[in-house]
């Protein structure tokens, strides 16, 4: 399970490091899913949209952090997805709207 964020499809301003590691992130999570695909190791993508961390509240200071979801919550979806018993692979999981699909973006 890997952990990528919005901000890997979008071209915020002040934020291109992190973008672009995102980015590269979900291509190396894709390909390695395909690699992978007739194996017993399942690869996946966890996007848990905006969450109460201490980084969050530093690009974001103005934001209301009792308005988000704790690391707790998020979590609470990403340890299922890591156990044994899990058999999707290849997908990308949005917390937000609890959906998991197929992997966003070209194949």
Partial sequence: ???????A?????YLGPYAASKAALETLVRVWARETAATAVRVNLFDP???????RATVFPGEDPLT???PDQAAEFIVPM????WTE???????KTRTLMSFRGPA
């Fill in 1 to 7: 399970m890997f952990v990528t964020s919005g901000a």
């Fill in 9 to 13: 499809s979008k071209a915020s301003a």
């Fill in 49 to 55: 949209g905006p969450i109460r961390t201490r980084m």
């Fill in 68 to 70: 988000l979801d704790t």
């Fill in 82 to 85: 890591c156990a044994p018993d």
């Fill in 89 to 95: 692979t290849g997908k990308f999981y949005d917390y």
